[in-house]
Antibody, heavy 126, light 106 residues
Framework: QEHLVESGGGVVHPGRSLRLSCGAS????????MHWVRQAPGKGLEWVAT????????YYTDFLRGRFTISRDNSKNSLFLQLNSLGPDDTAVYYC????????????????????WGQGTTVTVS | DIQMTQSPSSLSASVGDRVTITCQAS??????LNWFEQKPGKAPKLLIH???ILEMGVPSRFSGSGSGTDFTFTISSLQPEDIATYYC????????FGQGTKVAIK
């Protein structure tokens, strides 16, 4: 059974940094792109970043202005999100999620959005 | 950026009622639309992809339709366990979620 577990959230002062982690199990991690999605308290879902199956390509939502960095370590089935220059608007539950499309032999037809989600880790900037 | 306009923002219906949620894209996204269910305190769950294809294990009372810019999500007979917030999401160009529809039992 596919499983994603986030960690690394907490309470942090404005301007500080935090590194989130996501451990994957139950599937071939290296065959899938991965995403981070966040949800502010009482608000909707907001896509944050995506990384290709091999880590060669990164995609970010425009509002980040270069403050966050997505990365992965396929040898450890792990996904990361480095959050820098945090502000109160970054307060949210951060979810890691698997890309629904399967990449095989270096070929990924396209990206289809998120199918498997972790339980989320909470970041509070205060 | 592609904007997704979802409506209504909330609704209340009786058990057994037919419930319909709409999602409109700001430009043509062909069939590249997902629908998610999110129960309180839980992660989202993918219900439908490619606008109308039900994920394995999702009850058949859930359905989706549409293409281009206009999409519909339907629960044919609302059940108590369907209390949740439902989101549409386009994946034609990057990803954008609708604002969500909170479904309650009357």
């Amino acid at each position: 059974q596919e499983h994603l577990v986030e960690s690394g959230g907490g309470v942090v002062h404005p301007g500080r940094s935090l590194r989130l982690s996501c451990g994957a199990s139950g599937f071939n991690f290296h065959n899938y792109a991965m995403h981070w999605v966040r949800q502010a308290p009482g608000k909707g879902l907001e896509w944050v970043a995506t990384i290709s199956y091999d880590g060669d390509f990164e995609y970010y939502t425009d509002f980040l202005r270069g403050r966050f960095t997505i990365s992965r370590d396929n040898s450890k089935n792990s996904l990361f999100l480095q959050l820098n220059s945090l502000g109160p608007d970054d307060t949210a539950v951060y979810y890691c999620a698997r890309e629904r499309g399967f990449c095989s032999g270096g070929y990924c037809p396209r990206y289809y959005g998120m199918d498997v989600w972790g339980q989320g880790t909470t970041v509070t900037v205060s | 950026d592609i904007q997704m306009t979802q409506s209504p923002s909330s609704l209340s219906a009786s058990v057994g009622d037919r419930v319909t949620i709409t999602c409109q894209a700001s430009q043509d996204i062909t069939k590249y639309l997902n629908w998610f269910e999110q129960k309180p305190g839980k992660a989202p769950k993918l219900l439908i992809h490619d606008a109308s294809i039900l994920e394995m294990g999702v009850p058949s009372r859930f359905s989706g339709s549409g293409s281009g810019t206009d999409f519909t999500f339907t629960i044919s007979s609302l059940q108590p366990e369907d209390i949740a917030t439902y989101y549409c999401q386009q994946y034609h160009t990057r990803y954008t979620f609708g604002q969500g529809t909170k479904v309650a039992i009357k």
